[in-house]
């Protein structure tokens, strides 16, 4: 469009746009003027008015286009992919951590057990023995209440019971005057008397054995009770 064809802008408006306040003759000449003079420039510049010198819209930027640069950024970011590699590491660390733990419960465990089960084995192991030797103990026991257990023989034999009693804690048990005990006494013979108040052992008849706190024989015993 030529120079003639283009638009004469005018500004006859008696309210200013900007305040709303009533222009005077002088002020409405002013901006008349002043329109014209932003019109002529346009002209001249070769783009109406409002428009960019250059006759195109104004550049904004490609926000979609940013942000995939900024994605693209965050995904290539060597400090990102460490910190993420870190935390990865740090959790398989731990879950090592909870592994080993576990695993160190588990033998501590085992080895309570094994040293529980070496123990009960090597008791019944003695109590196995004392079984056996029971019946050779009661002729011990048999052969010294008359007299029979004298000489080198006596000296063996205080030597066995001495070894069976410090080494195995073997005890013999038994004696008149205990209370009867069905829990370590067995009875075989039983009397009432008026001399006695409770259930009492008045004769032993073969003495009781017991290894620790359990009984391998009870002691076989006469017993009384009040009348």
């Given at each position: 469009m030529s120079d003639a064809e283009q638009p004469v802008i005018r500004d006859k408006r008696r309210l200013d746009p900007t305040t709303g306040e009533l222009r005077t003759a002088e002020e409405v000449a002013a901006a008349d003027a002043a329109a014209t003079a932003a019109a002529e420039r346009a002209a001249e510049a070769g783009a109406l008015p409002g428009e960019e010198p250059d006759?195109?819209?104004?550049?904004?930027?490609?926000?979609?286009?940013?942000?995939?640069?900024?994605?693209a950024t965050d995904a290539d970011d060597p400090v990102a992919a460490a910190k993420a590699e870190a935390a990865d590491l740090q959790d398989q660390l731990a879950r090592a951590k909870a592994d080993l733990y576990n695993l160190d419960q588990r033998f501590n465990q085992f080895v309570k057990r094994s040293r529980v089960e070496v123990q009960a084995e090597k008791l019944r192991g003695v109590e196995s023995v004392v079984e056996a030797?029971?019946?050779?103990?009661?002729?011990?026991?048999?052969?010294?209440?008359?007299?029979?257990?004298?000489?080198?023989?006596?000296?063996?034999?205080?030597?066995l019971e001495s070894t069976l009693t410090t080494r195995f804690e073997v005890e013999r048990f038994g004696a008149v005057g205990e209370e009867f005990d069905p829990n370590v006494h067995e009875a075989l013979m039983h009397a009432a008397s008026d001399e006695v108040e409770s259930e009492t052992v008045?004769?032993?008849?073969?003495?009781?054995?017991?290894?620790?706190?359990?009984?391998?024989r009870p002691a076989r015993v006469a017993v009384t009770g009040p009348q």
């Open positions: 006759g195109g819209a104004s550049e904004t930027p490609d926000l979609a286009s940013a942000g995939a640069a900024s994605g030797l029971v019946p050779v103990l009661d002729d011990v026991d048999a052969a010294r209440a008359h007299g029979g257990l004298e000489g080198p023989l006596a000296a063996v034999v205080e030597k008045t004769q032993v008849l073969q003495p009781g054995y017991r290894v620790g706190e359990r009984v391998v």
